[in-house]
């Protein structure tokens, strides 16, 4: 016998923006959802009508797709506002913070993680990739694997890794780095286990050795090897996020990064870097050219004084680009909303240009941008068949007073702190601005504890 989808029905949406090939924003609008799967959208007075669940929004709403963060260090929430690494550069903070990181352990692994998920939550992203590329003690992929699943987020987990220590000419401490075989196995094991590759898969695989100056180029060869003899794994690492970056990549391999990146297969519609701030004009032209993706963290760029990417260059030549909160130890925070507009503002000072970007095209690149370059045709943007991720918010609360006549442009532009109503995949994960798939206070609590442990350890 068939299993009977539940139905959801949200009403009296006053502003849907879908984000659809049409780019619809519409009024007095309506959305079927069945079995976390949208059905319909259109005018309330088509779609009302019987359902299992029904969300009456009452005029007083704005509906958009689930915002999609591309980059993040979920761990780095134990170590915000760091003292002695809130004015650094990002190798000296690196280097001030590695020892502090050797301490990590599983339970801060957890913790963090479900920290990094709940602010992304509550400020509207519905699916986030994060990069864990340190494993001491007994941290592992398997417990943040564990964490977004008790929290009910979409996940795409990056196996990161670290091989090449500072005796090898790497910047990491040798005590922090693995041997490369091993990586690899634990690379496949992870894979074989969570990797899901189905459309609307709620978790899926990423291979991610660290960076330029942590990895060796065998391993950056064998993991694009291995990643591609499975469907819809695919390979993520960091790139000239700073000039010291790119003065690296030219004195060790005689290469730009754009150039050290393809010399290793590492291009194409299966790769996405984070940063690319200083990617020059042929790097731009071979990323378009083969669909390679780009993570712009326009907080974190700023936080660390790497300087502004030429994001505007990369949308003209159509490379795709999405939006990034990265660590939390380098923006501090992790509101996929501010983010947003982060991107907006520093994206006109940067070209000096207000038209450099509009408020939509910064909503793009948190939606439509971050689904193409994690990869997936199923999130992004809202119509039948997509993916039931989606967020609500409250267009009477005080950011939004005055900014009526154009209420996509004000969710980038007026700064909204929450969103009061999530779903992903069809589930309700915030509910009138609270988590309700788990217990704020308790979160923060744990995080707060799994800090003072590591500060404790490290000194």
Known sequence: ?????????????????????????????????????????????????????????????????????????????????????????????????????????????????????????????????????????????????????????????????????????????????????????????????????????????TLAPCSPFSVSKDLMRQSALLARTYPGVRLHTHLAENDRDVQYSMREFGMSPGQYAESLGWVGRDVWLAHCVHLDESGIARFAATGTGVAHCPSSNMRLGSGVAPIRKMLAAQVPVGLGVDGAASNDGGNMLHEARAACLLA???????????????????????????????IGHLAPGMSADFIVLDIDQPQFAGAHRDLCAAVILCQPDRVDYSFINGRMVVELGRLVTAELALIVERTNAAALALAISAT
């Open 1 to 205: 016998m068939a299993t009977v989808k539940r139905t959801l029905l949200v009403k009296n949406i006053h502003t849907l923006v879908t984000m659809d090939e049409q780019r619809r924003e519409i009024h007095n609008a309506a959305m079927l959802v069945r079995g976390g799967i949208i059905e319909q959208i259109g005018p309330t007075g088509v779609l009302a009508g019987d359902s299992d669940e029904v969300l009456d929004l009452r005029g007083r709403h704005i509906v958009l797709p689930g915002l999609i963060n591309t980059h993040h260090h979920f761990y780095q929430s134990l170590t915000r506002a760091v003292p002695g690494a809130q004015t650094n550069e990002l190798f000296a903070w690196l280097k001030k913070l590695y020892p502090i990181w050797a301490h990590l352990d599983a339970r801060g692994v957890y913790a963090s993680t479900q920290m990094a998920a709940a602010e992304l939550m509550l400020s509207g992203c519905t699916t986030s990739s994060d990069h864990l590329y340190v494993f001491p003690n007994d941290c592992s992929v398997d417990e943040e694997i564990r964490a977004m699943t008790d929290i009910g987020m979409r996940f795409h987990a990056s196996r990161g890794s670290m091989s090449l220590g500072q005796s090898a000419g790497g910047l990491p401490p040798d005590s922090l780095v693995e041997d490369e075989e091993a990586i690899l196995k634990d690379s496949q094991r992870l894979i074989e286990r969570y990797h899901d590759n189905s459309r609307h898969s709620m978790l899926r695989m």
């Open 348 to 378: 006109r000072v940067g070209e000096c240009d207000p038209a450099a970007m509009d408020p939509r095209t910064a909503l793009e690149l948190a939606t439509r941008g971050g689904a193409e370059v994690l990869g997936r045709d199923d």
